[in-house]
């Protein structure tokens, strides 16, 4: 997948919904794990949406090298 492609639009909108879901849709298993369990941890003392926005970023940004 290449950045802008389909495939990571789908990722991103993946991410939306769960942070850490698009990682797991692009194959990066512990980039997914991650993101889940850190925006989980954040999001009790209400800072969650700061590492859910990285997580969609991050799912439409990536590239594979």
Request: proline share 2%.
């Given at each position: 997948?290449?950045?802008?492609?389909?495939?990571?639009?789908?990722?991103?909108?993946?991410?939306?919904f769960i942070p850490g879901?698009?990682?797991?849709?692009?194959?990066?298993?512990?980039?997914?794990?991650?993101?889940?369990?850190?925006?989980?941890?954040?999001?009790?003392?209400?800072?969650?949406?700061?590492?859910?926005?990285?997580?969609?970023?991050?799912?439409?940004?990536?590239?594979?090298?």
């Amino acid at each position: 997948m290449s950045q802008g492609s389909g495939g990571n639009v789908l990722a991103a909108i993946c991410s939306f919904f769960i942070p850490g879901l698009g990682q797991l849709v692009q194959g990066r298993f512990w980039a997914a794990l991650g993101f889940f369990v850190l925006a989980g941890a954040l999001w009790i003392v209400l800072l969650g949406w700061v590492v859910h926005l990285w997580s969609v970023i991050d799912a439409a940004r990536w590239k594979l090298s």
